[in-house]
């Protein structure tokens, strides 16, 4: 059982970062995929990016050169930097830990892009 919760979300203009946290409360280091999803108003929840325990990293078209996505195994965290910010990125943010036959989702972090 994992247990997530997002952090870093908030208010930023077009243009600007944002840094997003999601701590978990067991081991991810070799176990679990972990990936960050968004949903905006009206839309669908989708995958922005994702990182395996071992492998390369994957990102949606929209976001890649601007978006990074990293894991500290040592302090069971997942990290999403937002850079070049748009207000189509506006969303809930959302933290999954993924393993064949189990999925866990964080509570989510709201992300406002406007001047």
């Known amino acids: 059982q994992v247990q997530l919760v997002e952090s870093g979300g908030g208010l930023v203009q077009p243009g600007g970062s944002l840094r997003l946290s999601c701590a978990a409360s067991?081991?991810?280091?070799?176990?679990?995929?972990m990936g960050w999803y968004r949903q905006g108003p009206g839309n669908q929840r989708e995958l922005v990016a994702s990182?395996?325990?071992?492998?390369?990293?994957n990102y949606a078209d929209s976001v890649k050169g601007r978006f990074t996505i990293s894991r500290d195994n040592a302090k069971n965290t997942l990290y999403l930097q937002m850079n070049s910010l748009k207000p189509e990125d506006t969303a809930v943010y959302y933290c999954?830990?993924?393993?064949?036959?189990?999925?866990?989702w964080g509570q989510g972090t709201q992300v406002t892009v406007s001047s």
């Open positions: 990182i395996p325990s071992r492998g390369p990293t």
């Open positions: 999954r830990a993924f393993k064949p036959g189990y999925y866990y």
């Open positions: 067991g081991s991810i280091s070799s176990t679990y995929t």
